[in-house]
């Protein structure tokens, strides 16, 4: 994608430099113009052949998401510009050499054209810059979690090994360890500071209506989660040897940064952030396997706590990748939510009192499920990602895909909403035989969603909205409470996903109603041409004819189709 980036920016230095010279007051001659316009069109025109391939090599391995989108609106606006634009600069150019002195107004239309081609160039370039700049933003984000984590451990690791004491008892390793925490956590701050006055900016001048939603989003979020204050917070707690304070703090920035960047890539395709969920939880196996294999050769009691130190940081890597994957595969997210809870009485197991041989007995145990439950939500991930890669539905069958899941939306609204009436007549100690129904409910809606992700990703994502907020609503049920306000936001969230169908359904009507305009075009030209060839064989037969007597004829259907083509011209 870089690549093409630096071929527009020649492209767009090129057709500056000749558009300069294409005024009528300079005294280059036109012939050299033309010239030059014509190896600029070449060059373009190789440009949009390039991207031709590429994009015809995306769509046969089934490659999709932001970039290809972004590609795709490159390569139609090269295309165009080679096609058509320049092709009018040429001509102009011609015209006006041929006209000699009287060739001034065709030499200002060549300027004109030549100014338009770079304002469209220009607004290619930027819209890619942008799209660009915003996928720098997210992976940045990333990066700044990832050094989060770690000195956010690091200062775990120091707080254990102090063990409440003044700082002026530290030893000289600690000392220096505090002060790199210290310097860290400030240069993290200013880092992120300086990202999200980028992401700022970005959203400004974003020119696309939904990378400016989801970056305003994005603003939004990093604004009220109080991120900055968070990192702040964790200056001032490293500054004042309160570690396990900093520690809190890190890990809410860091948790933060995440969401911020899952927010800024959410319009990725689906099937891309699987694989990524996909790909970090093979690590996360890989490490967990070591450390059992760890756990059952410990012999020694300080062995123990270093195991729990190293389940403590999968316990945290394990829990962002069941945030990322919270949305797209909650079944999956339930069952990294089983393997943590697992992991954690594994920690248990490693800070008793018990002997090492029983310690290495009730870890390993644990471990084992924790394992499990991480294959159980591979597997549920692999499912999703065939599924998704099964449901590409040709446009042709994507209107009636639509109108059925609006009726199963609508079916779960009204579940929902008898339910809801239900639970506000039951009394309380009768409250808990209803949680069924709404587990029901529930995994309905996550069906639908998984369904809907190749429909509407704001439907998609609506209905894991909604989907959460019936289970929070089930558990309550389950303790014989009445979460009512989780109801009502499940209702909410079903409302925006039927919302989001019917915009989409109305883009596909029209569409069909344009498609169905271009089949009469179609059908009016095929007329046409088959006229035209009639009309072109009565003038061959009169061509060898000595005298003929049809041509009056068939000059007036000549005349006629003449019109017609016109006509045709007009409805285009």
Known sequence: MKRFAVILLVLLAAASERS??????????????????????????????????ILMEF????????????????????HRISAEDMVKVIESLTKAREAGDSGGQQAADAFSSQRTIITQLRQVLAEYQRQQALHDIAMRLRELAARQTENMRLAVALARQVDRRNLD???????????????????????????????????????????????QK??????????????????????????????????????????????????LDRRDALREALRELDVAMDKHQTLMERTRALQQK???????????????????????????????????????ERMQEARSAFLSQDPPARIKELAVAQQSEAQTKMEQARRELVDQLTKAESLQQPPENKMAAVEAMQMRIRELIAQQQALRKKTSETAKDKLAGLAPRQGDIKDQTQESQQQASSLSSE????????????????????????????????????SRAEEALAKE????????????????????????????????????????????????????????????????????
Request: charged fraction near 25%; proline fraction near 2%.
């Open 20 to 53: 300069n010279a294409a005024t009528p007051a300079q005294a280059d001659p036109l012939r050299v113009q033309s010239a030059r316009q014509e190896q600029i069109q070449g060059s373009s025109g190789r440009v949009a052949a390039q991207l031709d391939q």
């Open 59 to 78: 769509e046969l391995n089934g490659i999709s998401g932001e970039d290809v989108n972004v590609l795709s609106a490159i390569r139609s606006v090269v």
């Open 169 to 215: 008892q530290y030893p000289e390793t600690q000392r220096l360890n505090l002060q790199l925490q210290e310097a860290e956590e400030s240069s993290l701050r200013a880092e992120t500071g300086l990202v999200l006055d980028a992401l700022g900016r970005l959203g400004e001048s974003a020119g696309d209506a939904t990378s400016a939603e989801r970056i």
């Open 218 to 267: 994005a603003v939004e979020m990093a604004k009220s989660s109080g991120l900055l204050s968070a990192l702040d917070s964790a200056v001032q707690d490293l500054k004042n040897v309160r570690l396990l304070g900093a520690a809190g703090n890190e890990k809410k920035a860091r948790d933060q940064m995440r969401e911020i960047a899952r927010q800024l890539t959410r319009s």
């Open 302 to 340: 300080d062995e123990a706590i270093k195991r729990e130190v190293d389940q403590a940081d999968l316990v945290d890597a394990t829990d962002l990748i069941r945030k990322d994957v919270d949305d797209l595969a909650p079944e999956a997210s339930e069952h990294l939510e089983a393997a943590m």
């Open 459 to 494: 439907a998609s994502e609506a209905l894991g909205d909604a989907a959460s907020q019936m289970q929070k609503s089930q558990k309550s049920l389950a303790e014989s409470q009445n979460s009512d306000a989780s109801q009502e936001a499940a209702l909410e969230a079903l």
């Open 505 to 572: 359904k109305e883009m596909l009507a029209q569409a069909a109603e344009e498609l169905n305009q271009l089949e009469e075009i179609l059908k009016k030209l095929v007329a046409i041409i088959e006229d035209q060839q009639g009309v072109f064989s009565a003038t061959t037969r009169s061509a060898l004819n000595p005298a003929p007597e049809v041509m009056p004829l068939v000059v007036n259907q000549q005349v006629m189709l003449a019109d017609r083509t016109r006509s045709l011209e007009g409805e285009v």
